[in-house]
């Protein structure tokens, strides 16, 4: 359990937090969000450690553990099996197994368990990273954006692996459909403050809506109130007869507190600008092959035609030539066989997820975006700076100084500059948060011209892709259709499940599977020891209470029958009492039972890997 109490946080003029603070209990996956600058990474840190606030605490029971996820790229070890293992418990040391199972749910395959971890791609060693908590089992895990550079099946996989974690997750992304899937109360900062309801993102952000109209509603009519207080002080201050009844008014209007109106808060909204576009085809691939290494070809004998109004998806594993294929189109890679021809009348803009470097550090972002056009001028420059959420000041900000999320939104910000009819995108919400998701979602749907569009999202998938390129079991294929009825027909393979059970136990002796399970057992034994023992308290409390209510009610029934109004008002108390305490018993029970078949779902999981 973490409890977060009244704390603050600010640096220099700007705070974050003010006396805000909420609780994570046994068993809850939370899911952290608010608006980019708002204060999650800050409040993350103070969690974990790495920063303090400036007044309040964060206290949680002695030897609860906290498992982080670092960006940060550092490894010691010459294999990543062995690198991964650095996570493992100590009195699991030499559990190989389970460091296996969670490598090849993440997407590594046999031979990559003895490979160089400095080798992988960036999005493979951040993986690395996610593995090695993942298997140190915390008590709160902290994730922060764990699904970037994963792929779908990679997504899902770790999808049901929170789903059955037993203990407490904190959740930050981007990925609403993700986050929804995973957790079961939502956290969010919103206005220096926290807060928290059960339930997904849907219902937070409806909340935090009719919390700030009747916020609004309440301080309009406060104010119409203490207006006509002031006017009623105005006219009969000279009047004596009246003099308590203006003293009175005078005392509640001192003691009376005006509630300040609330300020807009500032969310991503733009629109891309369509240049007018008359032809049939957009771009026609023709028979596209290509392949980094000669002998092994990531696309083989494609062909595709993009039509005005399209707006596909390329979806698949990570690796398998989803960004190579968005190269090749805009030319950033030389064709090796077949041709790509683009309509003259294409207006094409591109956004690559790594192409942040191709900013020049020492322009600001205003300056940035004018360089990006000819067409357009500063004020124009100055009103996307606006849309991009660098309002005022911040448009003059070097871009040496801007985080990774703000970078994205200036690359976003340069294609606005344009009068565009195709944009190919890949992955273009790594950095936004979920408000500006949402804002892109509207303007890609408004968008007049054709989109494609590389994405791990399925939230967007299901939004707004009506075409799909896939990669999948080496093949790249066109599904006409939209995501929904591609998982309906084909579906994801369960490969991240064909890697797991590749990871098999023959090497080991019956007496060792047989230790192996008493082991499982055992921790099994153990972890639901406590949750039962809860469990069965909490009957016992609902029984006795079920039994007083059942009492109470006879009382009741007794006391209407002689018309004991004093008596009848005394029990209606106590049975209302009651029914309370019995709500939160079996609110609670139910959190404890939900522990108990995630921690049995873990657990039976473990013994089916022994068992194979």
């Known amino acids: 359990m973490l409890n977060i109490d009244n704390i603050t946080k600010g640096f220099g003029d700007q705070i974050l937090l003010d006396t805000a603070g909420f609780r994570i209990n046994p068993g809850e996956r939370v899911g952290l969000v608010g608006r980019n600058g708002h204060g999650k990474t800050t409040l993350l840190n103070m969690i974990s450690g790495s920063d303090h606030p400036d007044e309040g605490s964060i206290s949680y029971p002695s030897g609860y553990r906290i498992g982080f996820l670092s960006q940060k790229i550092s490894f010691t070890e010459i294999s990543v099996i062995d ?71 990679s997504i899902r996989w770790i999808s049901r692996f929170l789903v059955s974690w037993p203990r407490e997750v904190l959740l930050v992304t981007h990925d609403r459909g993700f986050m929804d899937d995973v957790v079961t109360h939502i956290t969010g900062i919103h206005r220096h403050k926290i807060k928290k309801i059960k339930g997904n993102t849907s219902k937070y952000y409806l909340q935090v809506a009719q919390d700030e109209e009747v916020y609004e509603k309440t301080r309009q009519n406060e104010e119409k109130r203490k207006k006509e207080v002031e006017l009623f002080i105005s006219r009969f201050r000279a009047k004596a007869r009246l003099a308590n009844m203006v003293q009175s008014r005078v005392k509640t209007l001192e003691k009376s507190q005006t509630k300040e109106k609330l300020q807009k808060l500032k969310n991503l909204e733009f629109e891309f600008n369509y240049h007018p576009f008359a032809g049939k085809q957009i771009l026609m691939i023709e028979n596209l092959s290509f392949g980094w290494k000669s002998d092994k070809a990531l696309i083989n004998n494609f062909s595709l035609n993009v039509c005005p109004d399209d707006r596909i998806a390329i979806i698949g594993k990570n690796g398998k030539g989803k960004t190579t294929l968005l190269k090749l189109i805009n030319g950033n890679v030389p064709l090796v066989s077949g041709n790509i021809k683009i309509n003259p009348g294409v207006h094409l803009g591109y956004f690559e997820q790594t192409n942040v470097q191709s900013l020049n550090d020492d ?25 991009m959420m660098f309002e005022q000041e911040s448009a003059l900000k070097k871009i040496s100084v801007l985080s990774g999320g703000e970078k994205s939104r200036v690359m976003l910000g340069k294609l606005l500059m344009s009068s565009l009819n195709l944009l190919l995108l890949d992955e273009p919400t790594n950095h936004l948060d979920i408000e500006s998701c949402d804002s892109f979602i509207s303007a890609l749907d408004n968008f007049e011209g054709a989109v494609v569009i590389v994405t791990h999202n399925e939230m967007f998938l299901h939004s707004l892709a009506n075409r799909l390129v896939v990669f999948k079991n080496g093949i790249v294929s066109i599904f006409e259709g939209t995501y929904q009825e591609f998982l309906d027909k084909e579906g994801w393979d369960d490969e991240e499940i064909a890697v797991e059970k590749k990871i098999k136990v023959d090497s080991l002796s019956k007496k060792e599977i047989r230790q192996k399970k008493s082991e499982i057992i055992t921790q099994k034994s153990r972890e639901t020891r406590s949750v039962k023992q809860k469990i069965e308290v909490l009957e016992k409390k609902i029984e006795k209470n079920e ?5 109470i009610n006879d009382e009741l029934i007794e006391a209407s029958n002689k018309n004991d109004g004093q008596k009848i008002q005394s029990l209606a108390k106590k049975l209302a009492r009651l029914e309370n305490l019995n709500e939160i018993l079996f609110d609670d029970l139910e959190t404890q039972m939900d522990a108990f078949e995630k921690i049995e779902n873990v657990y039976n999981i473990q013994l089916e890997v022994i068992e194979r």
């Not at 991964?84 to 749910?105: N, P, T, V, Y």
């Not at 039994?547 to 009492?551: E, P, S, V």
């Open 83 to 153: 690198e991964a293992m650095l996570g493992l418990l100590e009195h699991e040391k030499d559990h190989s197994w389970k460091a296996e199972k969670i490598l090849a749910g993440l997407g590594f395959s046999q031979n990559d368990l003895r490979k160089d971890p400095n080798e992988f791609s960036g999005g493979f060693q951040v993986r690395l990273n996610l593995a090695k908590v993942l298997i140190s089992e915390p008590d709160l895990l902290i994730l922060d954006e764990p699904t970037n550079y994963l792929d779908i099946t």
């Open 363 to 387: 322009f600001t972002v205003e300056e940035e975006l004018i360089s990006s056009s000819i067409d357009f001028d500063r004020q124009t420059a100055r009103n996307i700076c606006g849309a």
């Open 547 to 551: 039994a007083l209510t059942k009492i």
